[in-house]
């Protein structure tokens, strides 16, 4: 009996240890902020990038690398510390400006070039290079001299009142990224969140205090023993109170608004995780990550020739999905599912739990209605609009007085 004993405590050992080693490796591949900081600093060093954050990152060490939320190992995201001001870091580590279908994981960039602009490049051929990249991911819409002026004066790190060559290699780095773009162009909307300064293309942009929509954070080593049935329910007990949940709902939808046609085209939301969003203390809506968020006009382009067998092979992210011709064997262009869609199936059981009895039944109805909405439907737009609305109103009503 001893001996069985003996074997049994040996092999729980054994594969204890070895659950913790995978899990550890699988922690070092994914929170990779040392090589991030080399790759950036080992640019900064040798004169080829600039940017207003690279002498605290790379001199004087006041940009600190905090808690790691990574969750892809080629992203790397960090909650950081500037000086006094309190941050999220963001950096690449692979190939951002191409887009990848299904779920294969894109090539990983160990080296950034920052290659472009080239050296003798004048401020007004890079003005140029600026437009001509506006207009192929956003086409012709808004007013895309304006955006060119709003990136220059960004990429102006020092604000001496020019741009340097590494500036500007920085800040070309840093507009191949369709989460970058967004950024600048809702800089003064309530839910996205503001830059503060930015390094090659690593950037930094405010803090956000809860950074997922719900949910509660626990050691990895706990986690491995939480069926994942049973870690969704419980997600849904670490929420805030039902009022402040509907808050944080509205912040989405308003979210919506801002990028459904607005100056500078339609953008469209491919992976509507939870994870994706988090709130301030004031229970204000703000996009942590908002990579997988891409120019229609850009997607169009890019699945417009992809070859297909059937529809699983025309989706971009994780929600972004167009059907395949079964004629010419090719994806077609129009994205199915609207974003309002996919953040009222993403707020159904968030918000329809602890609601209040009255509305209940009535914000049931509302959200499987936008659930329901499909971009080919006839006057889909007005739908839309007219959806929206009555949720907001909904929602509206019941907190205003709380």
Known sequence: ???????????????????????????????????????????????????????????????????????RPNNQMYLGIWGNLQGVIKCQMEEAAQLDFGTDPEPRKEVVLFDKPTRGTTVEKFK???????????????????????????????????????????????????????????????????????CGDLYVTERVEYTSLYGISLPWMIELFIPSGFRRSMDQWFTPSWPRKAKIAIGLLEFVEDIFHGPYGNFLMCDTSAKNLGYNDKYDLKMMDMRKIVPE??????????????????????????????????????????????????????????????????????????????????????EHSLILNNLKTLLWKKISHT
Not at 162 to 189: G, H, T
């Open 1 to 71: 009996i001893r001996v069985k004993y003996l074997f049994i405590s040996w092999l729980v050992v054994f594969i204890g240890s070895w659950v913790i080693y995978v899990q550890y490796s699988t922690y070092t591949e994914l929170c990779r902020g040392h090589d991030c900081r080399k790759i950036i600093c080992d640019k900064y060093k040798t004169g080829v990038i600039d940017g207003s954050a690279c002498s605290s990152l790379c001199a004087k060490k006041t940009l600190y690398f905090g808690k790691c939320l990574s969750t």
């Open 128 to 198: 140029e290079m600026v437009y001509g990249l506006f207009k192929a991911k956003l086409g012709e819409q808004g007013n895309l001299p304006e955006l060119v002026n709003l990136i220059l004066n960004f990429a102006d790190g020092n604000k001496d009142g020019r741009v340097s060559l590494p500036e500007a290699k920085s800040a070309w780095a840093l507009l191949q990224l369709d989460e970058f773009l967004l950024m600048v162009i809702l800089q003064d909307k309530e839910h996205t969140p503001k830059l503060i300064g930015f």
């Open 297 to 382: 006009n850009n997607l169009k382009e890019i699945i417009k020739d992809r070859q297909c067998e059937s529809d699983l092979d025309c989706i971009y992210g994780t929600d972004c999905r167009t059907l395949c011709d079964q004629t010419t064997m090719r994806c077609t262009t129009e994205v199915i599912q609207p974003n309002l869609a996919k953040a009222c199936q993403l707020l159904k059981d968030y918000l329809l739990r602890g609601a209040p009895p009255d509305i209940h039944e009535e914000l049931e109805k509302q959200l499987y209605l936008c659930i329901a909405l499909k971009v080919t439907a006839n006057q889909m737009e007005m």
